[in-house]
């Protein structure tokens, strides 16, 4: 009787290597698609911060926004950067009548959870901010912020 050297793994032994190294994989990935969301969240927040720092210099001394919107600060010298959220679309800014107050809008948030998230941040010093959302909508999700 030949008695046979065997070498190498067997095929149940790779099935379960490659079935660990699929969840951790899978776990990875769940935790930086969570993480990505939190950045793009805070930098979104951010800018929208910088943002009203930046109207609230410019219409200093006024009592009015009529005419406010992203053209117009972008001609007074506010950082396009300022004025997009961190998915790269453009933030929507308004006024209302009687031009006492200004919105701003983060628009078509493709995640209905992100969406949440925006609508329940509160940024620093802008407790004067009132937030509306259609978070719950199928489509074009959008949070509002409105600014006296």
């Known amino acids: 009787m030949t008695k046979f050297n065997q070498r190498g793994r067997s095929i149940v ?8 190294a ?25 800018n929208i911060s910088e943002l009203t720092d930046s ?11 009529s005419g406010i919107n992203v053209t117009r600060l972008e001609n007074k010298g506010v950082d396009p950067k300022f004025l997009r959220d961190a998915y790269g679309t ?8 009687p031009f006492s107050s200004y919105t701003i809008q983060i628009v078509n948030i493709e995640d209905q959870e992100d969406c ?22 199928t489509s074009n999700k959008t949070v509002t912020f409105t600014f006296n």
Do not use: H
């Open 116 to 137: 949440y998230k925006f609508a329940a941040k509160k940024l620093e010093g802008m407790d004067e901010a009132e937030t509306t959302d259609t978070c719950s909508s």
């Open 90 to 97: 453009s933030l929507v800014i308004g006024s209302q009548s």
């Open 55 to 65: 109207i609230k210099t410019i219409y200093w001394g006024r009592n009015s926004y």
């Open 22 to 46: 699929s969840i951790g994989i899978a776990l990875a990935m769940r935790t930086y698609q969570k993480n990505d969301a939190k950045v793009k969240i805070t930098k979104t927040m951010y």
């Open 13 to 20: 032994e790779v099935i379960g290597v490659l079935a660990i």
